[in-house]
């Protein structure tokens, strides 16, 4: 009787303690499940916000004037700290457009049509329209880390190295028919840098000045493709379309 009525004794005190284990643990994972939450919504909402804006002034300029304050405060919250990086937000083979650039004026830039990127595993394709899908000009190559290791970042900053290895115009007179093409002697090779990125927007910034060369008459000297610190902001065509009746992918010449 004495052994058994240690053995309840002992198994009373364990229940005890760890009723009381559990009583101190509650608050701990209460709070630790709120710094998560407050840690995510730290980032969420400000791209959210930024995607929205920009996406309201494109389907409609004329209605949703950019405040350019407010949207450079934006992008100045996103990448002022390190954020999460999923390197498949990058390489998701979707379009993004190019929405809104800080800094120096890159050569692709025309204000009245439409210019974007998309990569894929370790390939991209530069688009940018001179009259609408219609005729546009490309430049396809590769991307890879600037600094390999054996674990990818988990964080941004992300450098990457950039090669164009062929460029050309399209020119679509039957939308049936798949565009004339004409091949441009265009090569360069440049730097990247993912400022930040999620499934549906991404901040990305040229560290250095990049030129092309393949370019006649010497030009290549003179002509910038993207100055340095050319920074842009690139929404998801999926996102920009997504209430688009007829779709949620752009219809860019390049895919006719």
């Not at 005890?16 to 284990?21: I, R």
């Not at 930024?50 to 949703?64: G, W």
């Not at 990457?160 to 039957?174: C, D």
Request: charged share 20%; proline share 7%.
């Amino acid at each position: 009787m004495l052994v058994i009525s240690r053995l309840l004794l002992v198994f009373y005190l364990c229940y005890c303690c760890n009723g009381l284990s559990l009583r101190l643990l509650k608050p701990l994972v209460r709070l630790y499940s709120l710094q998560t939450v407050t840690t995510e919504a730290e980032v969420r909402p400000e791209a959210n916000q930024l995607a929205s804006q920009l996406i309201r002034h494109y389907h409609h300029p004329n209605r949703s004037p950019l405040n350019e304050e407010r949207i450079d405060n934006l992008i100045s919250d996103l990448i002022s700290s390190p954020s999460a990086y999923d390197p498949s937000d990058l390489s998701n083979s979707k379009l993004y457009l190019s929405l809104y650039t800080v800094g120096p004026k890159p050569l692709w830039l025309n204000n009245f049509n439409v210019a974007g990127q998309q990569y894929s595993d370790g390939s991209v394709i530069n688009y940018s329209e001179v009259n609408g899908p219609n005729l546009y000009l490309t430049a396809s190559g590769h991307y890879a880390l600037s600094s390999p290791s054996l674990s990818p970042p988990s964080s941004c900053p992300v450098d990457y190295s950039v090669s164009v290895t062929s460029a050309e115009i399209g020119v679509v007179l039957n939308p049936r028919l798949s565009p004339l093409k004409l091949n441009l002697p265009i090569r360069g090779t440049g730097s990247l840098r993912v400022l930040y990125a999620d499934r549906n927007l991404r901040i990305l910034t040229t560290p250095k000045e990049t030129k092309g060369t393949g370019l006649p008459f010497g030009l290549d000297e003179y002509i910038k493709w993207e100055g340095e610190g050319t920074t842009v902001v690139q929404v998801n065509e999926e996102k920009v379309f997504e209430d688009d009746a007829n779709g949620n992918v752009y219809k860019a010449g390049y895919r006719l």
